[in-house]
Structure formats: structure tokens, C-alpha cells
């Protein structure tokens, strides 16, 4: 089974739409980031949140596509998370858009 993701970015001041887009994974590619942000985040402050638990053979595909979008929305309250290179590679983040919607987020931030 492969679930859809939509990836929305938010101006964060204007909550402006910056991109939108598609990206289709499997639970196995869900399961393998976790295990890598566990490895990378071990010493972080805040433990990562709860991996959903694989189903037995009586699988709710509805009741997973929600647990899944939940678990990654939990991930954004990490600061540090879209340093993480294997979440951008995740989300289908390309370098130079992630450094385009990171100019525009901060052109605008209020200034200090």
C-alpha cells in the first residue's frame, strides 16, 4: 500500500501558501525514517514521538493514512527537523527549494 502525503509550506508569519506538492510513500519508507531520526535525535531534548504500529493482516488503510500524517505532523514541532537531511530526501525537499522557502520565511520574520 503506498499513502499519499501532502506537503503544504506556510509562509510562517502570513500562514501564505509558499509550495504545495504530492510525495507517495510505503509504510516500510515511514519505518526507516524513524529508525533513522532515532539515531540522529537520541540525544535531543524532547523524544520522538510514538512510530505507529505496523497492523496485522486486518489492515484500516484510513485509520493508518491518519496515524502516519499525525506522526509527521508531531515531527515538525522539532526545531531541528528540516536540518535533517533524511526527512528533506523523505518529504522530496530539493536542496535549492528548501533554501528558497528558507529566504522566503525569513524575508518574512519581523525584525528584531
Known sequence: MIFDISVVANSKRTREIISSYLVRRRFREFDELHQILKQKFVKYS????????KFG???DWDKR???LEYYLRL???YTDIFECIPFRQFLQIQPK????????????QPED
Open 46 to 53: 524532547k523524544p520522538l514521538p510514538d512510530f505507529p504500529k
Open 57 to 59: 493482516f486486518k489492515v
Open 65 to 67: 493514512q491518519v496515524k
Open 75 to 77: 515531527l515538525l514541532d
Open 97 to 108: 527549494r528548501f533554501n528558497e522557502l528558507r529566504v522566503k520565511n525569513k524575508s518574512l
